[in-house]
């Protein structure tokens, strides 16, 4: 009988043990998984802010080699204060994404959000033989919280452009107001994914762009724009999906709930 009852203490030492181990690790776990986060969200950040700088840093350049030109300048420095305001939203909502915390969701129209961002790209895509074909409602409405989404559609829509550099094409953007939800569809006709890469494309540092020159500068994907897209779109309950068909054409399709009544 001694016997057994100091085995049964030997064995609830040790389970009490195994216990205290196994809420250690999960403690660590989680202080990793922080980091990972602040890692994450830093390329992110890296990524995102790029994008923005682009556009004003190409006119500010015009208005150096143009120095008599006042409405260039002008416009330079329109785009840059309007760019840095961006730049410090984005900063504070994906801080936000990165500590899980929520933001304020609310109900917004996509055609707004779309040519925000072609205003701040500064590029008529024109010029880079590319059309552009926007077929969204302008009362359609969509739950979603403005700069995170912003940025889903930013990242697509310089993908689509990278695509199409090389030849052209057409950059379609259009919405389907669905009984529960809301479907865009941002469709290109560029060189397009092959098949083998399309299981891994939402995947952190996975990418399809190999180093290339472009007007003298060396362009690479970095794998970080799918990948916060879809962080973006999985916080907001939505999904993004894509099709391609290598050498014709590539379509994501991003899935949101519908505008909330009551929040405007």
Same mark, same amino acid.
């Given at each position: 009988?001694?016997?057994?009852?100091?085995?049964?203490?030997?064995?609830?030492?040790?389970?009490?043990?195994?216990?205290?181990?196994?809420?250690?690790?999960?403690?660590?776990?989680?202080q990793l998984q922080a980091l990972a986060n602040i890692g994450a969200t830093t390329c992110?950040?890296?990524?995102?802010?790029?994008?923005?700088?682009?556009?004003?840093?190409?006119?500010?350049?015009?208005?150096?080699?143009?120095?008599?030109?006042?409405?260039?300048?002008?416009?330079?420095?329109?785009?840059?204060?309007?760019?840095?305001?961006?730049?410090?939203? =984005? *900063?504070?909502?994906?801080?936000?994404? @990165?500590?899980?915390?929520?933001?304020? $969701?609310? #109900? !917004?129209?996509?055609? =707004? *959000?779309?040519?925000?961002?072609?205003? @701040?790209?500064?590029?008529?895509?024109? $010029?880079? #033989? !590319?059309?552009?074909? =926007?077929?969204?409602?302008?009362?359609?409405?969509?739950?979603?919280?403005?700069?995170?989404?912003?940025?889903?559609?930013?990242?697509?829509?310089?993908?689509?452009?990278?695509?199409?550099?090389?030849?052209?094409?057409?950059?379609?953007?259009?919405?389907?107001?669905?009984?529960?939800?809301?479907?865009?569809?941002?469709?290109?006709?560029?060189?397009?994914i092959k098949p083998a890469d399309l299981e891994n494309i939402f995947d952190l540092f996975?990418?399809?762009?190999?180093?290339?020159?472009?007007?003298?500068?060396?362009?690479?994907?970095?794998?970080?724009?799918?990948?916060?897209?879809?962080?973006?779109?999985?916080?907001?309950?939505?999904?993004?999906?894509?099709?391609?068909?290598?050498?014709?054409?590539?379509?994501?399709?991003?899935?949101?709930?519908?505008?909330?009544?009551?929040?405007?």
């Open positions: 009988m001694t016997s057994i009852i100091e085995k049964r203490r030997s064995l609830h030492k040790n389970l009490a043990t195994q216990k205290l181990r196994n809420n250690t690790l999960k403690l660590q776990i989680s992110m950040v890296a990524h995102e802010i790029n994008n923005l700088l682009t556009a004003p840093a190409t006119y500010a350049a015009l208005a150096i080699s143009n120095p008599q030109d006042k409405p260039i300048a002008e416009k330079a420095m329109q785009k840059t204060v309007k760019n840095c305001q961006r730049a410090a939203k =984005i *900063l504070e909502s994906m801080l936000s994404l @990165a500590n899980s915390q929520e933001n304020d $969701k609310q #109900n !917004i129209r996509p055609v =707004i *959000l779309i040519e925000e961002i072609f205003n @701040a790209l500064g590029r008529d895509f024109a $010029k880079d #033989n !590319i059309s552009v074909e =926007i077929q969204i409602p302008d009362d359609l409405e969509v739950w979603a919280i403005p700069i995170q989404f912003q940025q889903v559609l930013m990242n697509l829509i310089l993908n689509a452009r990278d695509a199409m550099l090389s030849r052209g094409g057409t950059l379609k953007i259009s919405a389907e107001d669905k009984s529960d939800s809301v479907c865009l569809q941002i469709c290109d006709t560029g060189s397009g996975f990418t399809t762009k190999k180093a290339a020159k472009k007007s003298g500068e060396t362009s690479s994907g970095s794998g970080l724009g799918l990948a916060f897209c879809k962080k973006i779109m999985d916080e907001h309950h939505g999904q993004i999906n894509v099709q391609s068909e290598l050498g014709k054409s590539t379509v994501f399709k991003l899935t949101l709930p519908k505008a909330q009544s009551g929040n405007n």
